[in-house]
């Protein structure tokens, strides 16, 4: 009788571990890449009819120098861009939000924005974090990227592209790799940088994986969506 208990004790248990590290995992990636194109099919519909209502002039050319739209910071849980990653494959989608809580942004949303550092597009180092495992794990795969892969976020005003330069492994309190120039102490911004972090190695909290990028353009709505969003990967 108490093997028995035992036994659909240990099944019980195993279970929920599946359901954790994986079932659940899929769930929630699914769910949040739908949510995730469902507010870019929203913003896309609003700037339509917008433009419908009362035409602007808006600028045109090359996306390399065109001057990036920079919103105000976003408020801790308010979702305010998208992100997607080719290498990370096409149906790779997933939410952005400020303040990097567990239980406000990370785990409720998916990506969250460090306070205080810039929004898309702004000079400096616009840093976020994300998991590697369980609620979704969209930073997962970041290990995989290689130089020149792109990362592109989404907001309402269109899409800012970066692309991924290298990555590195850092003690949790170094805190440095968030300054303005990172890992570069008292020295004001220079350039316009993507930092994404996550625990490292997979399922332990001992180090930090450090992903950083650099800014290469931004598209405006009205020009549509940007080449990099569905560049090819090798």
Not at 28 to 48: G, V
Not at 183 to 203: D, F, I, K
């Amino acid at each position: 009788m108490i093997g028995e208990v035992l036994i659909t004790a240990g099944v019980i248990a195993l279970l929920y571990v599946s359901w954790q590290m994986w079932i659940g995992d899929l769930i929630y990636e699914a769910e949040r890449s739908t949510e995730a194109r469902e507010l870019s099919e929203q913003w896309q519909q609003e700037y339509e009819q917008q433009a419908s209502a009362a035409p602007t002039e808006e600028p045109t050319g090359d996306p390399a120098v065109i001057e990036p739209v920079v919103r105000d910071e976003a408020a801790d849980a308010e979702i305010f861009g998208t992100m997607y990653v080719p290498r990370w494959g096409a149906d790779y989608a997933q939410q952005i939000a400020g303040g990097v809580t567990r239980a406000n942004t990370l785990d409720p949303i998916g990506i969250g924005h460090y306070p205080g550092t810039p929004m898309p597009g702004a000079e400096g180092n616009v840093a976020l974090a994300a998991h590697r495992t369980t609620f979704g794990k969209p930073f997962n795969r970041m290990a995989d990227l290689h130089v020149g892969d792109a990362i592109v976020i989404e907001t309402q005003d269109g899409w800012y592209t970066y692309r991924f330069r290298t990555l590195e492994y850092v003690q949790p309190d170094q805190t440095d790799v968030l300054l303005p120039v990172p890992q570069q102490e008292g020295v004001a911004a220079n350039g316009r940088y993507l930092t994404m972090t996550s625990c490292s190695p997979m399922y332990s909290l001992a180090e930090r994986i450090i992903g950083y990028s650099v800014f290469e353009s931004f598209t405006p709505r009205s020009a549509g969506q940007p080449a990099s969003l569905t560049e090819a990967v090798a």
